[in-house]
């Protein structure tokens, strides 16, 4: 096969001139939105290990990924051409695969390590970090240590960390103890300068090309439409004020972050932006509506969590949202072709599009 040749080629000679024979890997990092199945390797709860998840995805099994069908990683993937990126806990993440990359996400985290404490055994972001390095040691061992670094400098990297923060953990309950501890804004100037952290470590660690999402617009998931929108389905107030306190600062800090590195090396996605975009207007985008989730039960099927017995959408084409808190595969492509294409006003410094012309002339 191509690929176990380009590593025999590499073992033999030069690991600089082998890092450009290989395609570039793909890292992602983060919670529920970009968890292609680690979480269903972990005594955890927080899982999508059953029917209907995954029902348009193309074994129509259950994956793991929070989506009808392929997640927002799964695309990028595609686009760019390259194999769909594995689990880290997947046992197939073996041997030349490993050269594809990583995706080391887990449902449930966010940026603090208290997000999510109801569910155990998830894989919270330092420990994400970490994997990162073991997996930089597995792979050493194939193409050596000089080969992994170039494999990891020349990689793509997706972040998606916060939604948790707010939703599993400040707003969890009334009285939560971070909300009796912080202000909202606090609270959110606190979130910042621990994600700083996280990203400063990624960078430490090798990684080059950083995509960083922001929060979507917490307060119009189903799940909170039913359980604090307004009575004719407006949005939540509260969590529509926490995103738009947060998302502006964290590109100011990321702008910040590569002003101190001295180069681009973090893009800040507004997934707020991009969702919003057929929130506010469904039928432009083919939906039939951005506010009933596809599958769940309840008021906008927002409530609880989607199972065999839940209500499900005949058409996931049509909903916005496949589950409570998760955007349907229609809704991933809408937002992957924005991180590709999208102008200044979704993509800042610049587009992935720009990012793999610039980064295919090194
Ligand atoms: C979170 O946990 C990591 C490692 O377990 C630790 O290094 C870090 O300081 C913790 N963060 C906070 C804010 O306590
Ligand atoms: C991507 O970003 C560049 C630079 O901002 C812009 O010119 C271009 O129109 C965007 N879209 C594509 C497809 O490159």
Redesign the pocket.
Known sequence: MATSLVIAFCVMISFVGCAYAQPRAFFVFGDSLVDSGNNDFLATTARADNYPYGIDYPSHRPTGRFSNGYNIPDLISLELGLEPTLPYLSPLLVGEKLLIGANFASAGIGI???TGFQFIHII????QL?LFELYQKRVSAHIGSEGARNLVNRALVLITLGGNDFVNNYYLVPFSARSRQFSLPDYVRYLIS?YR?VLRRLYDLGARRVLVTGTGPMGCAPAELAMRGGPNGQCSVELERAASLYNPQLVDMIRSLNQEIGSDIFVAADAYRMHMDYITNPQAYGFATSKVACCGQGPYNGLGLCTPASNLCPNRELNAFWDAFHPSEKANKIIVNRILRGSAQYMYPMNLSTIMALDSRT
Do not use: A, P
């Open positions: 603090l390590n208290d919270r972001i330092y420990k970490r621990e952290k």
